[in-house]
């Protein structure tokens, strides 16, 4: 009985183990994006209860949405997903993401908040303000990697380290 104990519990993961591959790392989870992506899910969330409870529920499309944006961004970002999909513009699809994010965020919250009374509404409304702060930090963040990125002339950081070590090795050897 012990040896089909001891088996069973080698063939299937622990439950600590698959909750930490779910997690983001901690060094990512402490830099300054991954502490951006998680404020995006949380405000956003908060902001999804709140209008599911208000009288203005029409409006619990915006943050469902972003919330799930905003956590497939953040799952991928930790998990490195984005690195093995080099087709796809990572920064160009976080920036429109987080711009559009915060267009909509600020305006649904200003219609929350002027045009219902209620509690869960304005509730809505002030972490919806919350949330446009926070998507604006980070297409500002992005905005400037984007920059970078277009000055370098469309190379990552690393491709152009590389380029140059391989030049210097050219000259070399001449």
Do not use: H
């Amino acid at each position: 009985m012990g040896d089909i104990e001891a088996r069973g519990s080698n063939d299937a993961p622990s439950s600590p183990a698959v909750l930490m591959a779910i997690l983001p790392s901690k060094e990512f989870s402490t830099s300054k994006k991954g502490m951006l992506l998680t404020g995006e899910v949380v405000t956003s969330f908060i902001d999804f209860v709140c209008f599911a409870a208000s009288s203005a529920a029409g409006f619990v499309t915006v943050p469902l949405i972003e919330f799930l944006g905003a956590l497939f961004i953040l799952f991928a970002y930790s998990t490195k997903f984005n690195e093995r999909f080099k087709g796809f513009l990572w920064p160009l699809m976080d920036f429109l993401r987080c711009v559009t994010a915060s267009i909509i965020y600020f305006i649904v919250s200003i219609i929350a908040i002027s045009n219902y009374r209620d509690g869960a509404s304005n509730a809505a409304g002030v972490f919806g303000f919350i949330a446009t702060i926070i998507f604006a930090l980070d297409f500002y963040k992005v905005f400037i990697e984007l920059a970078e990125f277009l000055k370098q002339g469309g190379e990552s950081r690393e491709e152009a380290t590389q380029e140059d070590k391989y030049s210097e090795s050219d000259e070399d050897s001449d």
